[in-house]
């Protein structure tokens, strides 16, 4: 079975939960094929299922390159790719940029891990010299490197402790006013000298981290949702209590190994 | 002369070192390799039948085991390093078993398992004459990086091949490198029968390199192709109609349909290198004899029951897996931890699926990260009876709490290598890293 197919299926929409929903909530998950490796499909697994167990309706779209861009959208998710998945979207992007950045400015929440951070913000530098235009939604330019920034990371943001794993080779710089998702406690995170990680401007955050980041920090995966479940509905987030012993435990077991 | 000698001694010494302190494989080979830098290069020169490289993600350990087995079938003497140590510094390690103070091997052939980076490093010391490339599948990515890459490393490796290789028909990564292979090297194929090529995207990743599809390579006699005749039964078809022949039908003891690639692997490959000397029925005794390699599907007998312990080391291999075991539900305990030999990224857990585990559930999860594998179960709605990160305890409960039926343990591999010394203590099991054979 492929990715995909996983999703689909994760998503799909129970239709006899239409009339108890609490509303519908339509998650973008761009280039499911070219960028999600290092199981950031998760991601999507995550959100579609807690979407659910906080009473919501999930339905998910797979955006394609060359694919209509969905007409409604209340939280997008992207992933880290390889060198040939980027140059595969590249002009997806290009095509569907505009909607993105009305998208952001209209407070859309939006998690772009990896390979899509990078293209969410303003340039990649190539090893060579080359610069690559991104969308420039969020403040920060990529330096292509030589050397890989691996291994697991913990940080401080406003959700809380993040765990998660870093694999990149990019060196990430914020811009003056830019905002990190987080502090390193633990890891390398943008450039492994500012001890920032990732970025984030209103609701859009980039970062580094797989794990997948979004399983082991339920904080973070409801902070998405709930502002996701505002725009949807119109009315205040109205979450349900979840059983997320699992997930506490293996968020404190790594932070107790990795900072303390 | 001396320094090999030296070299043989030094290593031989550290060698029963490391048994003494029962710790890895590789130590002796680093020692025999710094002794004398040209050690592996000196040792293998003049096999009269070549030296053959098993690489790529999934099925080295078994393939290379199986194409030992029909090479020594055929009457070869054939030199291995069947611990499943894939590197450099494991060849050099198995070796000084058997080579005498000279360091001249008394063999007629080397079948090598390498990974896909230490294949291209022994490559710079030692030319291969052939290499059995078998996919290139997500594995490890903090250690390779990106599969683009590792199918750049294989596509290296088949350029420095002297005589021939044979490629996955059906692995767009490895097929695509037939073009690449030097002059006069002659490139042969393995790959499944048109019957099964459904099957195909559960073993597979997306090549997302090129616009355009492979080129399809049409099978000639000499390209080995899989037709299953049922769950566990098979033969391999040389050409599309078999106009090369065939071997089986036949079962093997390891289950599934990796493991009939992986014979079809081998097969192929075993014909490439016995020319007119391979013998159909010859090959598939002995691929009937093979048993599986310690974590491959091999199961061990405890109070009367047995126990299952399948190595799981990447997505594609965890969901195989699950598909080749998962038609017939028994206990299970799964155990992940995050050393190097692991991948220290658990992010692939998530491009699984587990719901072939719902029905019955998982008892016991464990590992370091145990916590990790039980969220990941609790996101595909498969119970989990318990969490227990020590794996010592976890067997133990495991153990006990199903004591009357079949069991198995999916495990990573120092997690695996773990439980095994623990049940080789209470349970009278060969040693870690030598072969039940």
């Known amino acids: 079975m492929t990715q995909t197919e996983l999703a689909s299926q994760t998503a799909a929409a129970l239709p006899d939960d239409a009339g108890r929903s609490k509303g519908t909530i339509h998650v973008v998950h761009l280039y499911p ?3 999600s490796i290092y199981g950031d499909l998760g991601n999507t697994r995550c959100l579609t299922a807690r979407i659910r167990r906080h009473g919501y309706t999930p339905v998910l779209h797979q955006h394609h390159p060359g694919a209509p861009f969905p007409e409604v959208a209340h939280l997008l998710v992207g992933g880290g790719g390889q060198d040939s998945g980027q140059a595969r979207v590249e002009d997806d992007l290009a ?5 993105l950045r009305s998208l952001a400015a209209d407070g859309v929440p939006m998690l772009m891990i990896c390979g899509m951070y990078q293209l969410f913000g303003n340039a990649f530098i190539t090893v060579a010299g080359q610069r690559l235009p991104g969308l420039g939604i969020l403040d920060v330019t990529t330096q292509g490197n030589a050397k890989r920034m691996v291994g697991p990371v913990v940080l401080r943001t406003d959700v809380g402790e993040v765990v998660g794993y870093e694999n990149h080779s990019g060196s990430t710089t914020l811009g003056a006013g830019q905002s990190p998702f987080g502090t390193v406690l633990s890891g390398i995170g943008n450039n492994g000298t500012d001890g920032t990680e990732g970025a984030r ?5 980039g970062s580094y981290l797989h794990g997948p980041v979004l399983p082991a920090n339920p904080a973070l995966a409801d902070s998405l949702i709930g502002i996701a479940a505002e725009q949807a509905t119109g009315r205040p987030f109205e979450p349900e209590p979840q059983d997320d012993a699992f997930a506490d435990e293996a968020r404190t077991r790594q932070v107790r190994r990795l900072v303390r | 002369m001396l320094r090999t000698t030296t070299a043989v001694l030094a290593g031989r010494a550290a060698r029963l070192a490391t048994r003494l302190r029962g710790s890895g494989s590789a130590l002796p080979g680093l020692v025999a390799e710094r002794v004398d830098p040209r050690f592996l290069a000196r040792t293998l020169a003049h096999l009269p039948h070549g030296i053959v490289v098993v690489s790529g993600t999934n099925g080295k350990t078994t393939t290379t085991k199986m194409l030992a087995a029909l090479l020594r079938a055929h009457g070869l003497r054939v030199f291995s390093n069947p611990t499943g140590s894939n590197f450099t510094r494991g060849v050099i390690s198995s070796m000084l078993r058997e080579v005498p103070l000279s360091g001249r091997l008394s063999a007629d052939v080397a079948v090598l398992e390498l990974d896909e980076a230490h294949a291209l490093r022994f490559a710079a010391t030692v030319r291969p004459t052939h290499a059995l490339l078998l996919n290139v599948a997500r594995d490890q990515l903090d250690r390779f990086a990106e599969i ?22 059906d692995d767009p990564f490895v097929s695509r490198i037939g073009a690449e292979a030097g002059d006069g090297v002659e490139v042969r194929y393995f790959g499944v029968d048109a019957s099964i090529a459904d099957r195909l995207p559960e073993l597979q990743e997306q090549d997302v390199r090129f616009a355009e599809a492979a080129p399809p390579v049409a099978p000639r006699a000499t390209d080995g192709l899989l037709k299953p005749h049922d769950e566990r039964s098979f033969e391999v078809r040389f ?15 390891q289950r599934g349909l990796a493991a009939m690639i992986n014979a079809t692997a081998a097969a192929t490959t075993a014909r490439m290198l016995l020319g007119d000397r391979f013998d159909a029925g010859c090959a598939a005794q002995a691929l009937r004899e093979v048993r599986p390699p310690f ?21 594609a291999g965890f969901t195989v897996a699950l598909g080749t075991y998962g038609s017939t539900p028994v206990a299970t305990m799964i155990a992940v931890n995050d050393n190097y030999a692991d991948g220290r990224d658990v992010s692939w857990l998530y491009d699984v699926s587990f719901e072939s585990l719902r029905e019955r559930g998982v008892a016991l999860t464990s590992g370091v990260r145990a916590y990790d594998i039980a969220l990941r179960l609790q996101y595909d709605d498969v119970p989990v009876g318990a969490v227990e990160p020590d794996l010592a ?10 004591p009357a039926e079949p069991r198995r343990v999916f495990c990573t591999y120092t997690a695996m290598m773990s439980l095994r010394r623990d049940l080789a203590a209470r349970y009278d099991l060969p040693g870690i890293g030598e072969e039940a054979s």
């Open chain 2, 239 to 253: 050409g599309a109609e078999a106009e090369g022949g065939r071997v089986g039908p036949l079962e093997l003891q």
């Open chain 2, 393 to 402: 305890r976890a067997l133990a409960r495991f153990l006990e709490e199903h």
């Open chain 1, 33 to 35: 094929r070219e960028m």
């Open chain 1, 95 to 99: 095509l569907v940029a505009d909607r």
């Open chain 1, 201 to 205: 401007s209103g609701n859009v955050i």
């Open chain 2, 295 to 315: 974590g491959r599907g091999e199961v061990v007998m405890v109070d009367g029951e047995p126990l299952e312990l399948v190595l799981v080391k990447n997505p």
């Open chain 2, 148 to 169: 683009d890459h590792t199918a750049a490393l294989l596509a290296r490796l088949a350029e420095q091949v002297t005589t021939g290789v044979v490629l996955n028909l």
